[in-house]
C-alpha cells in the first residue's frame, strides 16, 4: 500500500484541499473570519478544545489538546492562517486557491507559507495517536491571522491571553529543506524597521537651469540615503550598534557547520558580495539596512529639464536581537539631523524585535538527533540559531516563555509569497514520520 492510500493521509489531503481552497490574504482581509471557524472545527474535530479569540482585527485561534495520561511536557505548536496576495495571477498555472496535486508536488497559495505545516503536524498528533492509544504530551495550537502584514495585533492578543500559552517548546511556523537538500532547524529570525523617508525641496517643480543654484528634492534624499550605510555595509548611525548581542562561541559553531552558497553563481550577480565573515555568518548575524524604492522626478519616455520639488524612499533595517526599533529610529532621526538633513522627514512605518537562541536545551537536542537519524546522518541536517528573515518570534518567547525551532515541509524552490507556491509530496509525508518519531521520544524523557 502507498503511503497516499493511508486513511490518515487522504483525510490530511483533504483538509489541505479546503484549507488552501480558503483564500485567507490579509493583506485584503479576505476569507480571515471564515478560516479561522474553518479552523476552529478542525481543531476540534482533531479532539482540542478550541476558542477563536476576537478583541482585535485578525482573530487568532487558540486551542489545547491533553493526553489521557498526564503529561508534564507541553508542545506550543504556532503558525498563521493568513497568507500573501495571489498576484501576479497570469504567472500561475493552476488556481491558486484549489489544491494541485501533481505526480510529486502539491501546488496551491499558502502550501508552503504555512498552511501545509499546520496540517502535517496534525496529521502526525493522529498517526501517533492511532498508533500509541494517546497524545504525547499536552499540545496548544496558537495560529494567528496577519503574520503576512507584521502581526501588528499579536502583541495585544498575547497580552491579553499570555498565560494561556504556558508551555516547553514552540514548533514556529515552517521550515524547508535548503538548496543542499539539508533538512533545516532554526532558532531565530531577525527584527526590523521600516521606515520612510521624503524630501521636499520647493512649492513647485523647477526649470533644470536653476540646479545651479538650488538642490533637488532628488538629490537631498539621495545624499540622506547615502549617510545610512558606508560601501562594505557598515552602517553608520551613531550608536547603532550599541544594544547588538554577539553570538556565542556555540552560535559561531553551528554557523560554521554549515554549507556556504556560491551566491555570485547561484544569482548571477553582477556586484561584490558584502564585507563578510561568511556568508552564512552574514545572514545570521549582521544587522542591515536596505532601499526598498525611491520614487521622485521623470521616469516616462524621453526628457524633462526639471529639478524635481519631492522625493520619497522606503527603507528597512534588519535588527538582531536586543535592538529596539523605536530606539533605532530615535537614533536615525537625529543621525540625520545631525548630518544636516532636518529637510528629509523620517516617518516610521513599522517594527519588530529579533529573536536567536543557540539550540542547547534537551529537547531541542533530542529532535536535532532524530531529524539526522530520520533523514540521513550528520549532514543532512542544517541547524541555525537564526534565519535572516523576520516574523514575531521576539513576543511570542516573550509571552511564552519558551524556546523556538521552525521546522517544516518546504524545500528551496517552494516558491512563498511567489505564483506557483509549491511543495514536494515526499517532504510532507517525510515531515510527519519525523515528527512523529520525535513525539514518540519526547514521551519516553
Ligand atoms: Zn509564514
Known amino acids: 500500500m502507498s503511503k497516499l492510500d493511508d486513511p490518515l493521509i487522504q483525510e490530511s489531503i483533504e483538509e489541505l484541499k479546503q484549507y488552501i481552497a480558503l483564500p485567507s490574504v490579509s493583506a485584503k482581509h479576505q476569507s480571515i473570519n471564515e478560516t479561522a471557524e474553518f479552523l476552529k472545527k478542525l ?193 553608520k548611525v551613531p550608536g547603532f550598534y550599541d544594544d547588538v548581542v554577539e553570538p556565542s562561541e556555540r552560535e559561531k559553531e553551528l554557523v560554521a557547520k554549515t554549507i556556504e552558497p556560491d551566491l555570485t553563481k547561484k544569482w548571477g550577480l553582477k556586484v561584490p558580495l558584502l564585507k563578510n565573515e561568511s556568508v552564512n555568518y552574514n545572514l545570521t548575524f549582521k544587522p542591515t539596512v536596505n532601499i526598498e524604492g525611491i520614487i521622485s522626478g521623470w521616469e516616462g519616455e524621453g526628457v524633462k529639464t526639471f529639478t524635481p520639488k519631492a522625493a520619497v524612499a522606503k527603507l528597512e533595517f534588519r535588527l538582531v536581537p536586543n535592538q529596539d526599533p523605536k530606539d533605532i529610529f530615535d537614533k536615525l532621526t537625529k543621525h540625520l539631523e545631525s548630518q544636516g538633513f532636518s529637510d528629509v522627514s523620517v516617518k516610521y512605518l513599522l517594527g519588530e524585535r529579533g529573536y536567536r537562541w543557540d539550540l542547547d536545551s534537551p529537547i531541542v537536542n533530542t529532535l536535532i538527533q532524530t531529524a539526522k537519524d530520520f533523514y540521513g546522518g550528520e549532514d543532512a541536517v542544517e541547524a541555525l540559531p537564526s534565519s535572516p528573515g523576520t516574523g514575531p518570534m521576539y513576543v511570542v518567547n516573550k509571552y511564552a516563555q519558551a524556546p523556538i525551532v521552525s521546522i517544516g515541509v518546504s524545500y528551496a524552490k517552494g516558491g512563498a509569497h511567489a505564483p506557483n507556491e509549491n511543495i514536494r509530496i515526499k517532504d510532507y509525508l517525510d515531515f510527519i514520520d519525523f515528527f512523529d518519531e520525535f513525539l514518540a521520544k519526547i514521551n519516553k524523557e
Do not use: M
Not at 85 to 94: G, T, V
Not at 171 to 200: R, V
Not at 209 to 228: E, F
Open 43 to 235: 481543531l476540534t474535530d482533531f479532539g482540542a478544545d478550541a476558542t477563536i479569540w476576537n478583541d482585535y482585527k485578525h482573530p487568532v485561534v487558540f486551542a489545547e489538546a491533553k493526553p489521557e495520561k498526564p503529561s508534564k511536557t507541553t508542545i506550543l505548536i504556532y503558525n498563521h492562517y493568513d497568507v500573501q496576495p495571489e498576484e501576479p495571477i497570469e504567472l500561475w498555472n493552476s488556481d491558486p486557491f484549489e489544491l494541485k496535486i501533481t505526480d510529486d508536488k502539491f501546488i496551491g497559495r499558502g502550501a508552503s507559507d504555512c498552511k501545509s505545516d499546520l496540517i502535517s503536524r496534525i496529521t502526525a498528533l493522529k498517526i501517533y495517536r492511532q498508533k500509541h492509544g494517546d497524545l504525547p504530551c499536552n499540545i496548544k495550537f496558537l495560529v494567528e491571522g496577519e503574520e503576512e502584514v507584521a502581526s501588528e495585533h499579536l502583541v495585544d492578543y498575547l497580552k491579553k491571553y499570555g498565560d494561556k500559552l504556558a508551555n516547553d517548546l514552540i514548533i514556529w511556523e515552517s521550515g524547508s529543506k535548503n538548496e543542499h537538500e539539508q533538512f533545516s532547524i532554526t532558532g531565530g529570525n531577525k527584527g526590523i524597521l521600516c521606515f520612510e523617508l521624503s524630501a521636499l525641496s520647493a512649492d513647485i517643480d523647477l526649470h533644470s537651469s536653476l540646479a545651479a543654484v538650488v538642490d533637488s528634492a532628488t538629490w537631498r534624499l539621495t545624499k540622506a540615503i547615502d549617510a545610512l550605510r558606508d560601501t562594505d555595509g557598515t552602517i
